[in-house]
């Protein structure tokens, strides 16, 4: 595993943490599909210029291999696409009733949902990554069940199912990302959220020009930075990454949210969340030395020996 990919993995979560501040204020002034539909389409817009240099140097280097591609692309796009409309769908309902910090803890869940997934998928998960998971666990039942089961609210739960939905896009990049190209991945799956999130917008929602005007630097910050670069670098990243390892970096982001939530909307965290905080990092930490270590281990195990 390079560390290079761990830094791509890494990065998006800084984007995100932000984007749980910036989100919630947009969510004062446009309804959360319309967030959604409008920051998902001009992200595919931004990504579009990337899309056509990247296609013209594939095709002049791999015509037949794009061809190919394409098929598992429009597949990858699709099941992709949907999982991340309905993650940021409920993530953003329940964003109304929750504060920012703690619905990006509860989103962190899928450090948990993804290693029971992928054995599913036939992943074998080592020790060490189990350990983790627990104190994650442990974790966020300090963050969350604060007052017990009567400290959990309808915010809570709906931001609950939207990390099943992270856990199954995490899921489904990480499989078909290796045969797909990074970018166009990114692009079209992030345009199959933004139609979803269309649909919904004009069933559900009353979208208003001046509403839109009103919110244009969330949607422009959710645009550019959390969809077009944010996923981008999470699919670049999960060419490499096994998704258990992926979901455990880009927890991250939780930490960053509740920074940033304390620093700009003055949100506060008790005594029990805090510790809270503090196991969910030390689970990270435990998760991410594990797999660097042992390729290390390995590496010097088959490097061929002198002859004297």
Known sequence: MKKRYLLLAFTPTIIWGFGYVVQSIGLTTV???????????LA????L???????????KKEPNKLILRRATLI???????IFLFIANTFQF????????????????????IVPFLSLYFGEKISKKVWIGVLLALIGMYLLCFTKGISGVNIGDLLVLVSAFGFSFQIIS??????????????????LIAGILSGITMFILETP???????????IVYSAIFVSAIGYTFQILSQQKLSPTIASLVFSFESVFALFFGWLLLNE???NKELIGCVFVLIAILITQASPLKIKKIRNKKTQPKKVV
């Open 31 to 41: 309804g959360v599909n319309t967030l959604n539909a409008t920051r998902f389409i």
């Open 75 to 81: 597949k990858g796009s699709i099941v992709s696409g």
């Open 49 to 59: 210029p990337v899309l056509y240099i990247r296609r013209k140097n594939i095709y």
């Open 173 to 190: 990049i990480s499989y078909y990302a290796p045969m797909c190209d990074a970018f166009s991945l990114a692009a079209f799956h992030i």
């Open 208 to 218: 208003t020009l001046i509403a839109i005007k009103a919110a244009w630097f969330p």
């Open 268 to 270: 506060k965290l008790s």
């Open 93 to 112: 309902w329940g964003m109304l009733y929750t504060t920012p910090g703690k619905a990006s803890f509860i989103t962190s869940l899928y450090i948990v």
């Open 44 to 47: 595919f817009i931004v990504l």
